[in-house]
């Protein structure tokens, strides 16, 4: 069972640039939920798509967007790229909404220059 | 407001002795916790989880202890192995209907000494 991939692995953008990551769950999980991680952070919740719908929001600015396809597989974009919006992107999936066990991807690792 | 908190950003152990890593929450509404382990490039890994009516679950080497009036819970290894370094994070939701999510800690990490 493949497990969740995201893409790409790695990106340096600038101040300013918008940037689109994607994230595919593992096959059968309708959930998919996406975390920032940054040093001394941990990591923190953005959103959770469900059935192509928005379940739950964390607090970021609306600068962070999302959403998901029929087929479950899900984006999220950043605009106006600051540099603090450094860190590592990861994409969980998890069977139904709200479900607890989660399996991550390896994320993406954005730089912000 | 961090809700869930690891106090200690690093630990290091001998191998073959316990580990013990700690977490403090301040929810009383956090019903259910989890512990993840994430090495570097790849995504965090789930251990081991335990419901708020529970105070003790054990998986093999792994034991998660729950103090619902400390409100902390704490995760022991025994014995530590090598392939236990890694970074481990603590996670916690409280439950509700509808879509819910883990908060997590800052994460601690890990070193297993030969």
């Known amino acids: 069972k493949a497990g969740v991939t995201q893409t790409p692995r790695y990106l340096i953008k600038t101040r300013g640039q918008q940037v689109t990551l994607s994230c595919s769950p593992i096959s059968g999980h309708r959930s998919v939920s996406w975390y920032q991680q940054t040093p001394g952070q941990g990591l923190q919740f953005l959103f959770e798509y469900f059935s192509e719908t928005q379940r739950n929001k964390g607090n970021f600015p609306g600068r962070f967007s999302g959403r998901q396809f029929s087929n479950s597989r899900s984006e999220m974009n950043v605009s106006t790229l600051e540099l603090g919006d450094s860190a590592l992107y990861l994409c969980a999936s998890g069977l139904a909404s709200g479900a607890n066990v989660l399996t991550f991807g390896a994320g993406s690792r954005l730089t912000v220059l | 407001d961090q809700q869930v908190k690891q106090n200690s950003p690093s630990l290091s152990v001998q191998e073959g002795r316990i580990s013990i890593l700690n977490c403090d929450y301040t929810n009383s509404m956090f019903d259910y916790f989890l512990w993840y382990k994430k090495y570097p490039a790849e995504g965090p890994t789930f251990l081991i989880s335990i419901s708020s009516i529970k105070d003790k679950n054990e998986?093999?080497?792994?034991?998660?202890?729950?103090?619902?009036?400390?409100?902390?819970?704490?995760?022991?290894?025994?014995?530590?192995?090598?392939?236990?370094?890694a970074v481990y994070f603590c996670a916690a939701s409280a439950g509700t209907q509808g879509a819910q999510k883990l908060v997590f800690g800052q994460g601690t990490r890990l070193t297993i000494n030969p």
């Open chain 2, 59 to 85: 998986d093999g080497r792994f034991t998660v202890f729950l103090n619902k009036s400390a409100k902390h819970l704490s995760l022991h290894i025994v014995p530590s192995q090598p392939g236990d370094s």
